[in-house]
Structures are given as C-alpha cells and as structure tokens.
C-alpha cells in the first residue's frame, strides 16, 4: 500500500521527489555520523542521477568491458524478485549517487603518506554502514509506493570474484552505473572523478519505474580525468605508497597487498578496517571537483 500524503508528490514529480528524499537522509541521519570521532558529518550533501535500466551501456558492461558475470539492471530485478520475467516491463530505471566526503576528513587524509588518517579510516568503515542503510530505506521507499526495488550490492545474488586475474570484480559496479547516470568518469588510478571529485562513496537502486535519464556530460569514460585529458598531472602516482598507479593505470593486486600487509597496524591504531588508503583520492586536483582543463570540465562548462 502507497504511504498516504506520498504518493501525490511523488506522481507529480518523481526524481525531484527522490532527490529530496536522498539529501533528507544524508541531512539528518544520525548514522551519517563520525560518532568515534567528533560527531560531525561523514558526508556532504549528495548527488542524484538517474540511468536508463536498459541503456545499451549495461550489456557492454555485460559483454564487453567488465564480464559476463555483470548483471545488467533487468537480470537483477528478474533475480531478485518473485516475477520469473520482466521482459513485459518497459520501466526500468537506476537511481544512483554520490556521498562527498567532506572537507576537514579530505583534508586530513591529504596530509598522510604511508596509510589513512583516522577521520579517513573511519569514514570508510562507518560511512559505508550509512551508505547501506541509505540503499535501504530508499528501496523501503520505493516499495511502500508500490514499485519493485532493489539495491544490487544488498541483493542475494550479488558476489564478489576474488581470484579475478587484474583484481577482485563483482556482478554490479556502483561505479560503473554512475558512469550510465551521467555523474561522472574514471581516471588514472580508477577512482571515479564526480563534479564534486572522487573522495567519495556511491551507491544505487534499481527500480521498474521510468525515470528522466541524466545526460551524460562527456564523450569518453575519462574525460574527468587531467591526466588522461593532457598527461599533464599524475599526482596521484606520487600519492598512492603502494607503487600501485602508474601512467599505465592501477594494479588493484598492488593495492590489496599492500593494504593486507598493514591493516593489522591499522586496525590495531583506529579500531576500524577502511579497506583502501584513499591517499590517491586526496591531496589531487581532482580531490574535491572536475579539475580545470579536464575534458570533462570543459564538456561540463558546454552544457551549462
């Protein structure tokens, strides 16, 4: 059954509706809290895009780019549901975004070298246990007004492929379907370069509703990124402690390894495991936005 008082805003205006709905709960969340540390927010408010759920991107991804295991938005419905086939079902959107990190936690990770600061360590650990609970209550959301929803990462028939030769893979790239919503591109060290730059988390939630797609403003799947746009930066090379990025791109095995090899020390120091350093999405030009003279930037300045 629709919530009462919902369903009329929502009908008349749907993403500005979920819009609303995803930076109502980043704001006032008291999960989107460090609570370990000085009870500030983990992220600044968030951006929204949408994805067509059956943009030819996905079978790419399915086919082409990532692997036959990906799951394109319709399987995942398909799977995850009671109904044995959506082929009927025309409405197939992907709700996406993207959690800034904010300022003094970027900030303090920028000033380290060897592994993370502690706002850094625990804003991955516990950001990612809000950034569930926001994939969960905009699934509630949406089927309270009665429209079949799910979070891909939370699904049963998610998994991840550690023995994966360039590095672990899984059956949905959050990234990946951002890259569909038009909220951004990949850069050198394959953080995902956003307008508010790639310290960040993101998530998404498919959906069998028809959504207003976000246009995609940029031509290639680097355009946000200085390096590959001029080969003028490459900082993040300098950045990352591991030797993991070069101008070739990132060894995901490099990084995992090098992260294994110090997440005791970490754990023992923060009592948290942030899975990643982030050192190379700190301390970059691309840290917090588009950098200038990024092609990105300039589609960006285009289409404004």
């Not at 303090?108 to 804003?123: C, F, G, I, M, Y």
């Not at 038009?182 to 850069?187: A, H, S, V, Y």
């Not at 959504?211 to 680097?222: D, F, I, Q, W």
């Not at 080969?231 to 090098?258: E, F, Q, V, W």
């Amino acid at each position: 059954m629709r919530r009462k008082g919902e369903s009329g805003e929502f009908d008349k205006n749907p993403v500005g509706f979920i819009k609303a709905f995803v930076k109502n709960v980043v704001e006032k969340s008291p999960e989107n809290r460090l609570f370990t540390v000085d009870n500030s927010p983990i992220f600044d408010a968030p951006l929204v895009g949408i994805a067509d759920g059956d943009d030819p991107l996905f079978d790419e991804y399915k086919n082409k780019i990532i692997g036959p295991f990906h799951m394109t938005p319709r399987e995942i419905l398909e799977k995850s549901s009671s109904l044995s086939n959506l082929a009927d079902t025309k409405e197939i959107s992907v709700i996406c975004w993207v959690l800034p990190i904010t300022k003094r936690t970027r900030a303090s990770n920028a000033q380290r070298d060897t592994w993370p600061s502690l706002r850094w360590a625990h804003t991955r650990a516990y950001g990612e246990q809000f950034n569930d609970s926001l994939r969960h209550e905009l699934v509630s959301l949406l089927t309270s007004l009665g429209y079949l929803a799910v979070a891909p990462v939370l699904s049963p028939q998610w998994e991840r492929f550690h023995n994966f030769p360039g590095g672990p893979v899984s059956k949905w790239s959050e990234r990946h379907a951002l890259y569909a919503a038009g909220l951004g591109t990949f850069g050198l060290c394959d953080g995902f370069i956003t307008p508010k730059g790639k310290a960040m988390r993101c998530g998404s939630v498919v959906v069998n509703l028809r959504l207003p797609v976000t246009p995609r403003p940029y031509g290639a799947h680097t355009d946000n990124c200085l390096f590959y746009s001029d080969k003028t930066c490459g900082i993040c090379i300098d950045r990352c402690p591991a030797g993991a990025i070069t101008m070739r791109g990132h060894n995901r095995n490099l990084c995992l390894s090098y992260m294994s090899s110090h997440i005791g020390h970490i754990k023992a120091r923060y009592a948290a495991d942030p899975s990643g350093c982030g050192l190379c999405q700190t301390g970059v030009p691309c840290e917090s936005r588009i950098p200038p003279g990024a092609l990105g930037s300039r589609h960006q300045n285009a289409s404004e």
